[in-house]
């Protein structure tokens, strides 16, 4: 069984900093892209940031120049250093993983369960 645990966020002043982490965990034969989103009440999730295996990384314009993505493989792990926060990045933020188990042929989607981030103004 694949597990993908999230750890980091919390509440922080505008113009502050917040490192999200994601642990995957379980009988993993390989990971690809991993990922980042966020949803606040009443919206659609929303991409923030992916890294690839090879480390090639995308981003939201909104979130461009102020949050870094990186991973590390050897320990299944992916980060989120998110730095000068503002107000509207307050949101239930979500780790993703394209995930082939052991003894599978195929790849699955996989998303931990979510820790909220408040940026007060």
């Known amino acids: 069984q694949v597990q993908l645990v999230e750890s980091g966020g919390g509440l922080v002043q505008a113009g502050g900093s917040l490192r999200l982490s994601c642990a995957a965990s379980?009988?993993?034969?390989?990971?690809?892209?991993m990922g980042w989103y966020r949803q606040g009440p009443g919206k659609q999730r929303e991409l923030v940031a992916t890294?690839?295996?090879?480390?090639?990384?995308k981003y939201a314009d909104s979130v461009k120049g102020r949050f870094t993505i990186s991973r590390d493989n050897a320990v299944n792990t992916v980060l989120l250093q998110m730095n000068s926060l503002k107000p509207e990045d307050t949101d239930v933020y979500y780790c993703?993983?394209?995930?082939?188990?052991?003894?599978?042929?195929?790849?699955?989607?996989?998303w931990g369960q979510g820790t909220q981030v408040t940026v007060s103004s």
């Open positions: 890294i690839t295996s090879g480390g090639s990384t």
């Open positions: 993703n993983a394209e995930i082939r188990p052991l003894a599978k042929v195929n790849t699955y989607k996989y």
């Open positions: 379980g009988n993993i034969f390989s990971m690809n892209a």
